[in-house]
């Protein structure tokens, strides 16, 4: 089905694993041309104490990493749903990507939390404007659990089909922000960038 808007999206949390795979799984399926990234340094997941994370780097394939926490601990990991976190992950692509390796162009870029917006900006910042091509860069608060990631993808998911409704989304754009945090009582961060 190919994305009828023409929109290049990108996803974007922390470690590339839950909250922008989500989305990701979600937007693909509706047809939407779309990528997900992490900003961290290193793609981290929840161990067996708050104290003791499972960290990974970004080059680490999603099945790598599914085989070490099914070989460390496959009931724990079972059981806290990140097997089959990884599961859906790797049926959508290789490995976790960071977000300030890409040369990839995007029309919109959403992000899950608000220190990722700003990791993503002053990544945008850093680059040189050679296109003067806008980006717009939205953040949408989302708690790094299951059940948040599936609302946080309805959530971004209705907000891309707005936009992609838009014949001007420049200029449009503020209006459909409003509407969107009235309807959700969600705050929104946006600011649009220049590539």
């Avoid at 099945?63 to 009931?75: P, T």
């Avoid at 390796?101 to 680059?127: A, G, H, P, W």
């Amino acid at each position: 089905m190919p994305d009828q808007s023409g929109m290049k999206i990108a996803v974007i949390c922390s470690s590339n694993m839950n909250r922008s795979m989500e989305a990701h799984a979600f937007l693909s399926k509706k047809g939407y041309c779309v990528k997900s990234y992490g900003t961290g340094d290193k793609v981290k997941l929840p161990g067996p104490a708050a104290d003791r994370p499972n960290v990974y780097e970004f080059g680490s394939t999603y099945d790598e990493i599914y085989n070490d926490l099914q070989h460390k601990d496959k009931a724990l990991y079972t059981q806290n749903g990140l097997l089959h976190m990884l599961e859906r992950n790797r049926r959508i692509k290789q490995h976790p990507e960071r977000f300030q390796l890409t040369k990839e162009k995007f029309d919109v870029i959403i992000t899950c939390e608000e220190r990722v917006y700003d990791q993503v900006i002053e990544c945008l910042e850093n680059k040189e404007n050679e296109t003067n091509s806008p980006v717009h860069v939205i953040n949408i608060d989302i708690q790094d659990n299951h059940e948040e990631a599936t609302i946080g993808a309805f959530m971004i998911c209705e907000l891309v089909d707005m936009m992609s409704h838009s014949e001007d989304l420049d200029n449009d754009i503020d209006e459909l922000l409003q509407d969107f945090e009235s309807k959700n009582e969600r705050t929104i961060l946006h600011c649009v960038f220049f590539y």
